[in-house]
């Protein structure tokens, strides 16, 4: 409407529900061909994640939560949950009481995206505040006892929604003074800090549920301590100015650059 070209996203958007439209046309009968058969979707952008919480800021947004109450104790288990295993709010939504193993210290994902399933693991001080709120917290909540998620909703009367989980979330972030990003914020700082204490990308796809590495190699890119450390060390005017530190018989820059 502006004049300007649709992004990828937006074209995307509008060209594939046609593909699926003329596939189930000709899967019914109702086409002789699919004339959409030849129509290529534009490549998908891949973006950096805006914010990158640090280790201190996670630490800062999981310590805003009132202790004293037991609102503020199911959302710290939520919350380190989040951190711990990168799950997606939607994943977190359909979890149930029987999804932690504590013997065994994982966490199975049933029908996740993609309609898989996939069991991961969850380290000792999740679990820690996972068990605190299911045995105090929890039981105290409830109303109706058919309910069976693993995090209630304060009423007691059912599970918390996906929007239910943003909205705890969130509060935590923007008092901590960060304006954007929600859930997934957990989802990106637990992935890019494992790869940057020496995770495999393999390992850290199987803990996203990636399909593809493609899409866990983004955090290769953001992961720029790891890099620096690597430029330091193998770079020859990084080594040369380790070995001059007062950088005065370094040599002046070429007027070519």
Not at 79 to 96: F, M, N, P, Q
Not at 129 to 134: P, S, V
Not at 219 to 247: C, F, K, M, N, W
Request: charged residues 20%; neutral net charge; aromatic residues 6%.
């Amino acid at each position: 409407s502006n004049g300007e070209a649709l992004t990828s996203r937006t074209q995307r958007t509008a060209v594939q529900p046609l593909q699926v439209w003329f596939r189930w046309m000709v899967q019914q009968h109702l086409l002789l061909a699919n004339p959409a058969a030849d129509l290529e979707l534009p490549r998908q952008e891949k973006r950096l994640p805006r914010t990158i919480l640090t280790v201190e800021q996670v630490e800062d947004v999981l310590n805003q939560c009132d202790l004293t109450t037991a609102q503020g104790i199911r959302d710290r288990a939520l919350l380190e949950l989040l951190w711990s295993t990168g799950i997606r709010r939607g994943e977190v939504a359909v979890l149930d009481i029987h999804s932690a193993d504590f013997g065994r210290q994982i966490l199975t994902i049933v029908q996740g995206k993609w309609k898989q399933d996939r069991v991961i693991p969850v380290g000792e001080r999740a679990l820690w505040w996972l068990e605190r709120y299911m045995l105090d917290v929890r039981p105290q909540i409830l109303v109706n006892p058919d309910c069976k998620a693993l995090f209630v909703a304060m009423d007691g009367l059912a599970g918390l929604t996906v929007a239910g989980i943003t909205r705890a979330v969130v509060q935590y972030l923007r008092a901590c003074g960060i304006d954007k990003g929600s859930c997934h914020l957990f989802r990106h700082a637990m992935a890019t800090q494992m790869l940057e204490n020496g995770a495999d990308l393999r390992w850290i796809q199987a803990m996203l549920g990636h399909r593809s590495v493609e899409s866990t190699q983004i955090y290769t890119h953001v992961s720029i301590r790891a890099l620096q450390a690597v430029h330091a060390s193998t770079h020859p005017a990084e080594q040369r100015a380790a070995a001059e530190p007062d950088g005065t018989d370094a040599p002046a820059a070429s007027p070519q650059g």
